[in-house]
T-cell receptor, first 114, second 110 residues
């Protein structure tokens, strides 16, 4: 059974803290993605990676960075958390050629920044 | 760049039909549809690869008109289990970038 796991289901952080969200997939997928989900805005792409050490900006990369040192692991970093980064964060993975392949999602991390 | 879905939300009675639309300002070469139940991750429903293609999944089907850069999801004789948020998704041509629509919240009442 395919699996994407995220390090935490719920996180509470203070403004200005550095926050790490980790995602691990066991499907040997090349592509990995980080999205944030907010009511009325759907899923918005923050960053994605199509290979180890490769990263590309999505539509809303400001305030975030990512790291992909191993194929199975993709980390999202909030360098200095702010209250407007309170959201649900979803990680996904897919094989190359997403035209035909679906995306597989992790369970999500609900982040609250106080 | 994010595809726009309409309606934003819809409430149905069991047995009623619904249509969810997904429109893109950019060319679409394929469209995926997902459903997300409350508190869960999105789950893949179906993929449409060709213009004009229509696919079905139980009583849920979809069409894809690449000329109009639109896709529609049809839910027939809705069941309580259809409640959730529906997303269309697509890969931006020439990239590995994958984006989702704005989402449609659907609630089916008994």
């Amino acid at each position: 059974d395919v699996k994407v796991t995220q390090s935490s289901r719920y996180l509470v952080k203070r403004t200005g803290e550095k926050v790490f969200l980790e995602c691990v997939q066991d499907m040997d997928h090349e592509n990995m993605f980080w999205y944030r989900q907010d009511p009325g805005l759907g899923l918005r792409l923050i960053y994605f990676s199509y290979d180890v050490k490769m990263k590309e900006k999505g539509d809303i990369p400001e305030g975030y960075s990512v790291s992909r040192e191993k194929k199975e692991r993709f980390s999202l970093i909030l360098e200095s958390a702010s209250t407007n980064q309170t959201s649900m964060y979803l990680c996904a993975s897919s094989t190359l050629g997403a035209t035909k392949e679906t995306q597989y999602f992790g369970p999500g991390t609900r982040l609250l920044v106080l | 760049q994010q595809p726009v879905q309409s309606p934003q939300a819809v409430i149905l009675r069991e047995g009623e039909d619904a249509v969810i639309n997904c429109s893109s300002s950019k060319a679409l070469y394929s469209v995926h549809w997902y459903r997300q139940k409350h508190g869960e991750a999105p789950v893949f429903l179906m993929i449409l690869l060709k213009g004009g293609e229509q696919k079905g999944h139980e009583k849920i089907s979809a069409s894809f008109n690449e000329k109009k850069q639109q896709s529609s999801l049809y839910l027939t004789a809705s069941q309580l289990s259809y409640s959730g948020t529906y997303f269309c998704g697509t890969e931006v041509s020439g990239t590995y970038k994958y984006i989702f629509g704005t989402g449609t919240r659907l609630k089916v009442l008994a």
